[in-house]
């Protein structure tokens, strides 16, 4: 008989098995008619011709057990047949020794296995001689993969029939040591068996051999799993009588597939709180396994295991101290790197990976513990560094989030050894984890509210404050990070005003680092952040004159951030800072000299550096609502800076904008007193309200002279855009109507009249008549005053005159 | 609410201040209404837009425009000139949804929270819509103090008075 499995081509393969297969039916067929005859003699002999194809040397493992799935179904059919048998009072014994007469050991053996699965079920002879006799006889098949075939039906067959503590079986069957060593020795026997394959046939055939081997590995595995399903195993059995054998036989076996899957099965079959008390075991075995085993798997697979125990029962974390669990597995794992030499980088962390998933399910509060793990992982990592294996980096860097997911980011940026590993990591690695860092402190909403911690976060997140070596900014996602960054002010954050700037501080000096193309995006979140804290200044020390000088001080590092952006460039975005430190200084701080020089340093830049018309009538809006809000201005300043604003308004490039920009600063001269004023007095430092009725005036006739040149426009003509002056003309009769109801009285009843009347006019055009939305403003507008008219208070009385 | 396609519309009165943030509307929904706020830089951006749903015209506007800030006259005074039933504005961070004459001024507040001169205090808060032919709910988010409080208002369009 050849000795090499699977001989056969592979082409050839499939015919093979159809034969084989064909010869087991027409043998099965013969069978049953012989069964059917109640002719004893000739079923064996046809059952003993049916499993003779399953001594073929041709098939692959696979295919042999297709075949060998045919013969079982059958050989279910001479089970019925032998209980019959008995029935009819022939004695199993008798049976055992009949079949003995097939001629082939293969045969032979197949048929004895069955035999004495019914042979156990009647009780006629103790279980465990039976099972001891099968367990020996098999020993007559060497050949690997015909033997572990044989014998695996020996383990089904017998399921069930052990003499278990429980069982029918137990007592004069045996005891549960007798089926362990039954499954013992037909583990020992099955692994001797599938080890031998290994070095069977030629060095080119290795890869596919090996490949086979791994199909049959449940076969032999399957033995301790039938020793785990036991009722009666309880620790010391499993401690005295399974491990140590079961390691024995692991360890001289000498192969790294078995030793690789072995352990697997072992840690996976048994339950987690044996593992725990025989951990010194599991874990002194290591050292002993093959070069090639991957031991770090089995470790993983091992803290996998016991992290799931400890996070289903918090009870057995007492347990996990008493063994010292976690300081064995550390060691274990440090071990696993010295020895090895050369682990791969990748398999280091994916090891202390699973050893942080641990930690963190056993102990959650212990940081230290978190630590000592960050520790083993740099001190195996360190030679390996910077590490540039793409996978090792991706698990490093899942190694280094989760404790970030479970902890407070800036509790473990402090853990001694985190830095340590994070500089293991290349640039654009590093840069990924000070994104995460970011984001997880963003998402936590985590205060860092002190200098240190503040600096330790910046130290930490450095590649996305400044340029790094080695490392280019990806253009997509830069904007991104930077929004990051802005976000990230705002967290920085102390109960204490005087702290709480100096963080600012402190965050601008870092930011300045990064260049202009950071600085756009930086320095707007720390203005706004001390504008912000200007107010709590002010809130927080009532009349305290310390606060003047807090506040003016924070207000002129805002006008010097501002300053800053401008020079960017950013100017639109500087202005309207300024405009904000304006509106706070006069507002808040009721600081003149600082809301003056922020006013003064918007127009210097409108007048300086505004790109295009368009800009500039934002630019414009934007001052005139701040300038219309500020109440500090001693009339000498306030007319400076309305004059200005004035000026450019009636200097806009186009007529409308122009028209609607004198309107605004009507306003300028028409301020209203804030709720609170009412009937107070008004506040140190704060001018009353301004009413100045003859100069909004003077601004609303402006605005007329400038839509009535906007009418004779010989450009307006050409377009047939007649209706846009007339809007204008609209526009302005409403702001009348806004000063009317307000009581100013420059706007008198016949002054309203007129324009009403005049815009009537305009309004009667055809142009007009065909414009929807001018139609629809000036309707709305005679709406309003219907509904003015139809109020009943004192304002419906200045209204009724008027006939619209 | 945030599923793909519950939102129709997202109206918005401005200072989203990052790509960032127009993205991440747009994955909400991608019919979007945005107007240029005083710290928005993307030139795609109005300073008004008006819109037409159900019987409702509505307008959108920052509000930096408007003097005084956050003054009812003064947005109604807008709002005439947009013709619209429903003016949505911003700029104060000031959260507020009214009745004015025969029509609606609404302003969503800060989204955000985000501090501003104006009102001190804002807290992140939004407004959501449901127009059917006429009539208008509004449901009125605010975040105060780490709770949600939803407040409705009804709306009702009454036909147009003309002269």
Redesign the interface.
Known sequence: MVDVMGSAPAEEQGRLLQEAGNAVKRNAFFMKKAMDEDNLREALRYSATLLGELRTPALTPQRYFELYMQAFNELTHLQAFFREERRKGRSYADLYELVQHAGNVLPRLYLLCTVGSCYIRSKEAPARSVLKDLVEMCKGVQHPVRGLFLRSYLCQVSRGLLPDVGSEFEGDGGSISDAIEFLLINFTEMNKLWVRMQHQGATKDRERREQERQQLADLVGRNLTYVSQLDGLDFALYQEGVLARVMDQIVSCKDAIAQQYLMQCVIQGFPDDFHLGTLDTLLGILPNLQPGVQIHVIVSSLLDRLARFAASDKAVVETFNQVDAFGKLTRAAAKVTEQEGQVPAGDVVAMHAALLGFTGAVYPDRLDLVNKVLTSAFQALEKQAPITDVKAEKQLVQLLSTPLDKYDVVTVLELANYPSVMSLLRPAKYKEMAVKICSTVLRQRTLVGSMEKVEMLLDFISPLVKDTEGLEDDEDFF??EQ?LLARLVHQLVSADTDEHFELLRAARERFNAGGAKRLRHTL?PLA?AA??LV?QIKEGDGDSKKIDGSCKTVLQWILGVAAQLAEVPAA??AL?LYL?TA??AS??ARLELIAYESLEQAFVLYEEAIPDSKAEV?AL??I??VL??CRVFTPESRDTLVHKATGYSAKLLKKPDQCRAVC?CS?LFWQ?AAPEEEGAEVPEGVQPPVRDSDNVMVCLKRALKIANSAQQQLAVALKGDHTTPV?LF??IL??YL?YF?QGNPSITTSVLQSLLELVANEMANDNCQNDA?LL??Y??????I??QKEKGDDLAQKFSSLQ? | MQAPGKIHYILSPGNLC???VLEYFKSVCSNTHIT?G??D?NPSFQDNEVLELGDFRIGVCHG??????G?T??L??L???L?VDILVSGHTHEFMAMQH??RILINPGSATG??S??T?SAHPSFVLMDIDGSKASVYLYNLIEEEVRVEKMEFTKAAS???
């Open positions: 904007e991104e929004n707007p706004f504008l912000r107010r639109e975005i309207q904000q509106h706070a507002e808040v934002t809006q934007s005139v609502g219309h809000r605004a306003h209203e809007m609209v526009d409403n702001h806004f109801e939305a629809a403003f309707n709305s507008t005679r709406n309003h219907a509904i619209l | 990052s790509q960032e240029k005083d710290f830089d930096h425009q408007v003097v005084p800030s003054d006259d003064a109604a005074l709002q005439r000139r013709n004459e025969d985000a501090f001169s104006l001190p008075k003309l002269l």
